[in-house]
């Protein structure tokens, strides 16, 4: 029976470049990214015999992964940011970020946003960068009161906004999203259905467990009224002996309470983590995609995992996924607590 082999397509503004770079690939390499980091692609190609033009920064690639049995999956457009040839022997190492991560999102303004939701906020930011927003119902309806955007980007300041309300902020294929962190659905709003893998799957990892930021709560400071110059909201348990202090004095009492809320959401997730290399790549895996692990130990066994990051390489003939996960607040997890149990604690 003939195995099947890794699959890609790549295109440079648009004209097909597989079958050019195909004979001289060294390693394709995709980050995808929840958070505000851009994804990031990597081609490294022997240049040895010179064929090869060096792509202009600002040129767009597109790039699909995939198996020659199953076909490949669109990982959308990727702007040339990097260029590197070396030698001897010449290699030629292209990187592109997501398409629309703009320079003009880096660039600082100065901007008071006076009662206004944060759908709005987003919106007329997208709108600025020719994006189209792609925003959580419960999120947009959220009343800001006041924020100032001082000598701050675009950028900079939805991701301080996405870390206030526990979402994720990023910019996929002229996308803005801004989605609640686990909230399940792909760029396009489809329900992204969890996975099982187990340990056949893979060939390594790595489960780590910190107690560093195992907080009974987290405190958040807003400004109060009358003679109180300063009032707080806690989330979680009073502890004066364990408590994260947030250092931002927020407008309202329900700004401060959903800060804290996501502070404290992060924390807890950030407690256990997971990186799993799987041995034949998945190219239908992206960032937020659930997962449930099997085969490995009981206390890794009984947690819902969230994919963080994922990065997809085609190196040495061979096509391969790296996970990093997150644990995941899952309410449909009584029966891997009930697993957990079981297995001997």
Do not use: C
């Not at 990727?78 to 997501?98: K, M, N, Q, W």
């Amino acid at each position: 029976m003939k195995q099947p082999t890794p699959e890609y397509h790549i295109t440079l503004n648009g004209r097909d470049l597989t079958t050019k770079i195909a004979p001289d690939l060294i390693s394709l390499s995709l980050a995808e990214s929840r958070g505000d980091e851009a994804d990031t692609l990597d081609i490294v190609v022997d240049d040895s015999q010179g064929k090869l033009a060096i792509p202009a920064r600002g040129d767009t690639l597109r790039v699909s992964f995939g198996w020659s049995d199953t076909g490949v999956v669109d990982k959308g457009a990727f702007t040339v940011d990097e260029v590197e040839h070396s030698g001897a022997p010449d290699i030629l190492t292209i990187r592109a970020r997501s398409a629309s991560m703009t320079k003009d999102m880096s660039e600082r303004r100065e901007t008071s946003w006076h009662g206004e939701t944060l759908g709005a906020i987003v919106r007329k930011i997208a709108g600025r960068h020719n994006l189209k927003p792609a925003i959580a119902d419960a999120l947009a309806k959220v009343a800001i009161a006041h924020i100032d955007q001082t000598h701050e980007s675009d950028m900079s300041f939805l991701t301080r906004l996405s870390k206030r309300y526990d979402a994720v902020m990023n910019v996929k294929d002229s996308n803005l999203l801004f989605l609640p962190i686990g909230h399940g659905t792909s760029v396009s709003g489809k329900a992204l259905a969890s996975i099982k893998l187990t340990r056949a799957n893979g060939d390594q990892h790595r489960y780590h467990v910190a107690e560093r930021e195992n907080y009974a709560g987290v405190r958040a400071n807003y400004h109060g009224t009358g003679r109180k110059k300063r009032e707080s909201v806690v989330v979680g348990g009073e502890n004066n002996h364990n408590m994260k202090v947030l250092p931002e004095t927020y407008a309202t009492k329900d700004e401060a309470l959903a800060a804290a809320t996501a502070e404290f959401n992060r924390t807890k997730r950030s407690q256990a983590t997971m990186n799993y290399a799987l041995a034949l790549g998945r190219p239908d895996l992206y960032p937020e995609i659930p997962v449930y692990l099997n085969g490995f130990k009981p206390d890794i066994d009984a947690l819902s995992w969230l994919a963080r990051k994922v990065t997809h390489t085609i190196a040495d003939g061979g096509y391969t996924t790296q996970l990093e996960l997150e644990v995941r607040d899952d309410p449909t997890s009584d029966r891997h607590r009930s697993h957990f149990r079981k297995g001997g604690r």
